[in-house]
């Protein structure tokens, strides 16, 4: 009975990773994120209130991020639309390059190509449920976009 229970402890504590399969010295960003919220806020238009934006399809996009240096690397988003009563990729599949900021942690740079627009722009990137959600907050010309991912 005393081997059972010793057992039982060390498969317990050996299950109990304090940082939960993540190595401090890799970015939280790293990883592979499903969308699970979607949000927008018009800026002037019903101030202060977020209109849900979420969609089927949107429960599929996901978000691939690696790193190719120490505070940088590449970001797969991989979009699903609605065709007729079913979702399809959308294609092209876009690929960024992010960057962290060196003065707010909390900042992404993220730079990339769609449809031949060369786009830059930063995202305000927050973790919370043990580093397992992630909200990312973009400020667009006249709206604030608001995604929020689970780690897969």
Not at 25 to 49: A, M, P, R, V
Not at 57 to 74: A, E
Not at 114 to 127: G, K, N, R, Y
Request: charged fraction near 20%.
């Amino acid at each position: 009975m005393k081997k059972i229970l010793i057992l039982l402890l060390i498969l317990f504590l050996s299950a109990c990773d304090k940082n939960d399969g993540y190595h401090s010295s890799q970015d939280l960003f790293i990883g592979e994120w499903i969308q699970t919220g979607y949000t927008i806020q018009e800026i002037g238009k019903n101030e202060g209130k977020e209109i849900n934006e979420m969609t089927k399809c949107k429960k599929l996009n996901t978000l691939s991020v690696s790193s190719s240096s120490s505070n940088g690397g590449n970001v797969i988003l991989k979009e699903y639309i609605k065709d007729g009563t079913d979702c399809k990729l959308y294609i092209p599949i876009t690929t960024y390059n992010w960057i962290r900021s060196t003065s707010e942690n909390n900042i992404y740079h993220i730079k990339g190509t769609l449809q031949h627009s060369s786009l830059e722009f930063d995202w305000t990137i927050s973790f919370s449920n043990k580093n397992r959600t992630m909200t990312i907050i973009f400020d667009g010309v006249d709206t604030i976009y608001k995604s929020v991912y689970i780690r897969k």
